[in-house]
Each structure stands twice: as C-alpha cells, then as structure tokens.
C-alpha cells in the first residue's frame, strides 16, 4: 500500500486544525496564525497534483466550522490563495525562503481581507489592524513551516 | 507549454465554480439556517479534534482533584454541606411559593409553565472566532440539546445554542455583538434589549428614554419575550448610565451576572412544554 504515504498529507492539516482551536489566552488569540492556510500553500506549491481547489474547499468548509464563521468564509479564501498559487508556484519556489516568506504574507493577507469583507457585508464590526497581525506572524513562522513540511515530504517520498 | 495554458484555463474555470459554491452557501448559511444538517455532520468530524484539544484542561481538573489534601476536601465538603442545608431551607419556602403560584395561576387561566428541565454540561476548552463570543459545550443532540435552547451557569443567563450536532453544541454568549436578550427591570418593570458589545463584562441597552426609572444596580431578569429565554432568570446588573441631554434617550451599561469567561460547568434549559 505505498499509497498510504499520503495519508500523511491529511495528518498535517489534522494538526493544523488541532493548533487552530487549541486554546490561547485572549490577547494572544488574535495572533494566531492560519495553520490550515500555511501547510495548504506549503503543499499546494511542493505537490500542485494533489492538493488543489477542491481540498482547499473542504479544508475551508471544516476551518468555518471550528472557527463558526459562515459555511465557505474560509473556504472562499482559501481557494482564491491556492488559486494564486496555482499560476505561481513555478515561480515562488525558486525563490530563498525570506522571498517566499513576503510572498505567503501576500496570501495570508488576502485571506483576512476576504474573511474581513464578508464580516463586513454581514455589518459585524472589523479590528482591521488586528486582522493584520496574524499575517505577519504566519510570515514569520512560514520557513519553518516550509523546512518541517518539506522533511516530512522527502522523508515519506511523496510526490 | 499548451499543457500549462489548459491547465491555467481549467483551475480557472474550478476556481470560479467553487467561489460561486461558497458565495451561495454563505448566503443561504446566513439568510436562513438550511445547511444546519451539513454543519453538523462537519463538526461532528470535528468533534475528536476538540476533544483531544480540550484533554489537558480536563486532566488538569482531573489531577488537581486528584491531589486535594484531605483536610481541604474536609473543608469543602462542609461549605457544601452548608451550602446545601441553606438551599434546602431556601426551597421549602420555594415550594410552597410555587404550589401557590400555580395555584394563583390556574384561578386566573393563565397557563404559564415555571419548572424548566435542566441538562447539565461542560465546556469544552476549544479557541473559536477570536472576534466572536462563542464557546463549545459538550452536549449534543444524543443528550437532547437543540437549536435555541437557553445556557446558564450559576450565576444568571450564558447565551444560546446556535449550531448543534450529536455530541457538542455551540453556543452563543450574550456578550457577542450580533446577540440580543430581551430582558425586564425587576424593580421598575421596564422592559428592554440587551446587546452584546464584544467584552464579556459588558451589555448594552440602548433606546430607552431619558425619563425612565432605572437607577445604578438595578437588576435585570429575561422577559421571556420572543420566546427563546424561559422568563426571569438574573441576566444582568446596571452599572453605568450615561446620560445625554442633547438626546432624548439614555445609554446603559450593565455587568452580566454569568461568568462569561470562567464558568466550566453549564446548564442548558429544556423549554417547558
């Protein structure tokens, strides 16, 4: 069963699920950055053929459930970065991981912006700063993300 | 090279697809609640997840129960006892109270229910929204729990279940901004709505008029009214009054009774009837 590897995949976004509702103190709480959406851009860029529009989907349809955001909040946003990545993972890979690192706050970015204009329309008040910092943070902790992820793909040869 | 172009072309024609999927779901989650099924079925997946998240808290709980001296359990379970005796003595009076008010009750045709069954529950310690008031108990509809039902703890009024599926629900603190309880002056009479601001020592009155008899430390109860929140359970104390001559309303700030951010333990109220 080499297919079994794979399971591996949706092992990483099992504990990204699990580090985005692990319980934080308040204040830290709007720090926290998307788990889900850095191991998506992570293997939508290292595997394109396996992770696509269609898991982006269902890993958002699950992040709004934990979160009780509106059902395809995060789903839309995650498709519309793994959209991105698609036309651009040629060209970010190449890239030294500070560059990628820019490049994924872009992504991070965008899916606040996304889950910001929804709130928005809904009339729910928006901390626009605050929807920043997790961003930056997810910025900042993208290389490790990205060595730790990229061990684990070489290590179970996945392809 | 052409391969690339058809597959720039597809992922765009999926992208499209599916973002016209969420904008439809997100519509029909908001307008009305028909995708309650799907949601449960999604957090039920869930539902291992926040469990495992929340083991260390409960075996938190567990270990430092485990390791009470026995000299602290002594003292406590006299307080309890007390506690208890008091309660007790309370209720007797309580009872006959209550016979009487039914009896009133049924004289005057009134058919108002007073005794609500309680399921009690706990929290479940999962992160949420960070900028919504919602928290995760561990009752499901396995336990009877449904959409609507009214959480309390010991202290007065939580909120409400908003999502349910079969082992854990989601309720809706009355601090969060998009909640408001219909709720009752005991001492004056008044009635009004009490909107979430955000924080969880914080709910807002607004509209009320400038001429009405509310003083600091007034108590409010739920009315009952709109039919979610049984009547008269303690929701909140005024704490501020803010008085704005040049407008012919008050705006007030009361201190909700419930430990929003520390309660653990729950009780969701079965409507009578």
Known sequence: MPRLRYLVIVLSFIIGLILMILPLPDWVQIYRPHWVALILIYWSMALPKRVGLWSAFFIGLLVDTAQGTLLGQHAMALVIIVYININF??????????????????????????????????????????????????????????????????KFILN | MRELTLQARSATIHTLFLVCICIALMVADHRQNYFEVFRSQLSLTLSPLRYLVSLPALAGNWVSDWYKSHTELLIENAALKAEGRKLNARLQKMRVLMAENTRLRNLLGSSRNLADEVIVAELLSVDQNPYR????????????????????????????????????????????????????????????????????????????????????????????????????????????IKQDLTYGFVSIIAKPKARLDSSREVLIIKPAG
Request: charge should be negative; hydrophobic fraction near 50%; aromatic fraction near 10%.
């Open chain 1, 89 to 154: 993972y040629q060209r970010v890979r190449v890239l030294s991981l500070a560059q990628q690192a820019i490049y994924v706050f872009v992504l991070l970015a965008m899916i606040q912006v996304v889950v910001a204009w929804v709130e928005g329309i809904m009339g729910r008040p928006v901390p626009i700063l605050a929807f920043f910092s997790a961003p930056f943070i997810g910025m900042l902790i993208w290389p490790w993300v990205f060595v730790i992820l990229r061990d684990i793909r070489r």
């Open chain 2, 133 to 240: 008031q919602l928290i995760e108990i561990n009752k499901g509809t396995n336990d009877g729990v449904q959409i609507g039902f009214a959480v309390i703890d010991d202290f007065g009024v939580m909120g409400q279940v908003i999502h349910v599926n079969q082992i854990s629900a989601t309720t809706i603190l009355i601090s969060d901004p998009e909640h408001a309880t219909p709720v009752q002056f005991i001492r004056s009479g008044i009635r009004s709505i009490a909107f979430g601001n955000g924080s969880t020592d914080q709910l807002e009155l607004r509209y009320l008029p400038a001429t009405a008899d509310i003083k600091i430390g007034d108590e409010l109860v739920t009315s009952g009214l709109g039919g979610r929140f049984p009547a008269d359970y303690p929701v909140a104390t005024i704490t501020e």
